[in-house]
Each structure stands twice: as C-alpha cells, then as structure tokens.
Antibody
Framework: EVQLVQSGTEVKEPGESLKISCKGSGYSFTSYWIVWVRQMPGKGLEWMGIIYPGDSDTRYSPSFQGQVTISADKSTTTAYLQWSSLKASDTAMYYC????????????WGQGTLVTVSS | DIQMTQSPSSLSASVGDRVTITCRASQSISSSLNWYQQKPGKAPQLLIYAASSLQSGVPSRFSGSGSGTDFTLTISSLHPEDFATYYCQQSYSTFGAFGPGTKVDIK
C-alpha cells in the first residue's frame, strides 16, 4: 500500500528555520516525483515545487523559488520542505503528494503538516 | 506559465441535483487536466485524470469532459458526501497549476 506520512504540527516564531518531512512507503521511492502543495487558511491549493528522488532533480514554481528548499533522502525514503527564515505569511497547511510516472498527476497524498508562524 | 480559472467559485445545490463545474486554461493543454475533491480538514483526492478518465474507486456519477482550454466536471446526481471543494489542475507542464476551486455546499 502506497503511503505518504508527514511530520506533525509546527508552531514557530518569525525568523526561525524549519524542515518538515514526508516519508514514502509501499512503492519505489526513487521512481516517482514528489510535489509540495501549500494551502493557506481558507484558501486554495498552490503548487510549490517538485522533486524526483532518483536523481534529486528539483523544480520550483516561480512564486516559491528562493523562498523554500525541497530535498529528498533516498536512504530514508523521505522528502523534505524547508525554510531558512519563516514569515507569518508562511502559516499554512503543507501537503506532499506522489506524482504518477510523468509527475504531473497526484494520486497519493500525505495527511498534511500545519505550520503556524506567530510571535 | 499556464493559469487556470474555475466557475462558479461556489454553488449551492440539493441532494439529487446535477452539478456542472467549469475550468478554463490560459492556453491549450490538450486533455491534460485533472480534477480533485477536497473535504474540510482532509487532503485532496484525485477524481478524474486526463480530462475524462475516472480514478479507480471514484463513483461513476462523476464525469469529466473537454479538451484544449475548456473543461467540465459533472456530478450527475449529488450525494450528501459530495459536498466539498473541487479543484482542477493542469498536467500539461511540470508546473502543475491548480484552479482556484469551486465550493459545493448544501442549499
């Protein structure tokens, strides 16, 4: 059974760093793209970026380029989303999802990680 | 970048109603269009891929159509569990933009 299990809720202060995770299991982790999607409170889904764990090929939406870093660890079958300096506007639910072979259709999703940034 | 729009942004309907949601791409995306359903507090779920293919396990009352720039999602007879928000998403390019969503609630 394909599963994506995300790390738990985070409460941080502005300026702090953060790395959240998405552990894949039940499939060949290195053979499928993983995408990260943001959902701000009461808002829609925003495509942030995508990584192919097999060779770490990573692409970002222009809206998120330079704001976050996406990475993956093949040895632990885990993908990561990280910030070096959080802002209040980063408060959101973050989802990871597994793409199909083309990486453009997302048929397995993690449960989401809620990140709250507040002083 | 390809931009996606949806209409309406929200609608109220009754159980048993036929519901149609429209999605438009800013350029032709062939049949590279997916539909997702999201219920409050839950992750999105894939309903339709490649514009008209039903994802495994999804009830047959859901259907999708369209190609090029204009697409529709139809629910033939609304069930209580269908009250949710629906998003289209282009799968034509790597940057898989989502539409802004259509919230379907109870009339």
């Amino acid at each position: 059974e394909v599963q994506l299990v995300q790390s738990g809720t985070e409460v941080k202060e502005p300026g702090e760093s953060l790395k959240i995770s998405c552990k894949g299991s039940g499939y060949s982790f290195t053979s499928y793209w993983i995408v990260w999607v943001r959902q701000m409170p009461g808002k829609g889904l925003e495509w942030m970026g995508i990584i192919y764990p097999g060779d770490s090929d990573t692409r970002y939406s222009p809206s998120f380029q330079g704001q976050v870093t996406i990475s993956a660890d093949k040895s632990t079958t885990t993908a990561y989303l990280q910030w070096s300096s959080l802002k209040a506007s980063d408060t959101a639910m973050y989802y990871c999802a597994r793409g199909d072979r083309t990486g453009t259709t997302y048929n397995y999703w993690g449960q989401g990680t809620l990140v709250t940034v507040s002083s | 970048d390809i931009q996606m729009t949806q209409s309406p942004s929200s609608l109220s309907a009754s159980v048993g109603d036929r519901v149609t949601i429209t999605c438009r791409a800013s350029q032709s995306i062939s049949s590279s269009l997916n539909w997702y359903q999201q219920k409050p507090g839950k992750a999105p779920q894939l309903l339709i891929y490649a514009a008209s293919s039903l994802q495994s396990g999804v009830p047959s009352r859901f259907s999708g159509s369209g190609s090029g720039t204009d697409f529709t999602l139809t629910i033939s007879s609304l069930h209580p569990e269908d009250f949710a928000t629906y998003y289209c998403q282009q799968s034509y390019s790597t940057f898989g933009a989502f539409g802004p969503g259509t919230k379907v609630d109870i009339k």
